[in-house]
């Protein structure tokens, strides 16, 4: 089936930097988007969301953009902190389907 | 923190035993799900239960056999496993009941071993 995929398995980023991580999709028909945290010892966290409607949303220190011409969608983090340092993923569903997940993507922040 | 407790954190168990994984959820949620997550891998869904009831079964092997009491504990029995089942298995729980709730909610996991 078609799944989530992301570009770079490790990010390093220095703290207070603002860290961008990317994700392919492939379905066309999804059209909801979500990005996961998961630290160590940790089960994932949700972080943000957004539609297909719309191509950016913004939350507390993190932007979410979709570009669906292309099928890729990021997730900023800005003034990266010690605390930001996980494993992030992205997910997405088309309406009434499953939530497929991507493999992830492991944010090191140097202090 | 999560509302979403599991039990043990760490299993080593050999292939002949018999185990067991419990998950709770706090959170008055009417779906609950067990994912597999293995090293570089995407998150694998294994089993979904709305409401009591399984409403999917991933093509996941018979040595694994999920028991839905009551929606807030889900059990996931364990029997004859092999060393490429070693994993983090995760519990999840969401409001809806429906494949594609997103809304879902994780459990910290536990690290299983195969020996």
């Known amino acids: 089936g078609e799944s989530v995929g992301l570009h770079l398995p490790t990010l390093s980023v220095q703290e207070g930097d603002n860290s961008i991580i990317n994700c392919a999709y492939s379905?066309?028909?999804?059209?909801?988007f979500i990005w996961y945290k998961q630290e160590s010892g940790k089960g994932p966290q949700f972080i943000i969301d957004?539609?297909?409607?719309?191509d950016k949303r913004q939350g507390q220190r993190v932007t979410v953009l979709l570009n669906k011409t292309v099928k890729h969608l990021s997730l900023q983090i800005a003034a990266t902190q010690p605390g930001d340092s996980a494993v992030y993923f992205c997910?997405?569903?088309?309406?009434?389907?499953?939530?497929?997940f991507g493999i992830g993507t492991k944010l090191q922040v140097i202090p | 923190e999560t509302g979403v407790t599991q039990t043990p954190r760490h299993l080593v168990m050999g292939m002949t035993n018999k185990k067991s994984l419990k998950c709770e959820q706090h959170?008055?949620?009417?779906?609950m799900y067990w994912y597999k997550q293995s090293a570089k891998k995407p998150l694998e869904l294994m089993f979904v239960?709305?409401?009591?009831?399984?409403?999917e079964n991933n093509s996941v092997p018979s040595r694994f056999s999920p028991e839905c009491p009551n929606s807030s504990h889900l059990f996931l029995h364990l029997h004859t496993l092999q060393p490429e089942d070693s994993a983090l298995y995760l519990c999840?729980?969401?409001?809806?009941?429906?494949?594609?709730?997103?809304?879902?909610?994780f459990g910290p996991g536990t690290r299983l071993t195969v020996t």
């Open positions: 957004i539609r297909s409607n719309m």
């Open positions: 239960y709305s409401l009591e009831e399984r409403v």
């Open positions: 379905n066309s028909a999804s059209d909801y």
């Open positions: 997910a997405e569903t088309a309406s009434y389907q499953k939530v497929t």
């Open positions: 999840a729980s969401s409001p809806g009941g429906g494949l594609g709730d997103y809304e879902q909610y």
């Open positions: 959170l008055g949620h009417n779906a």
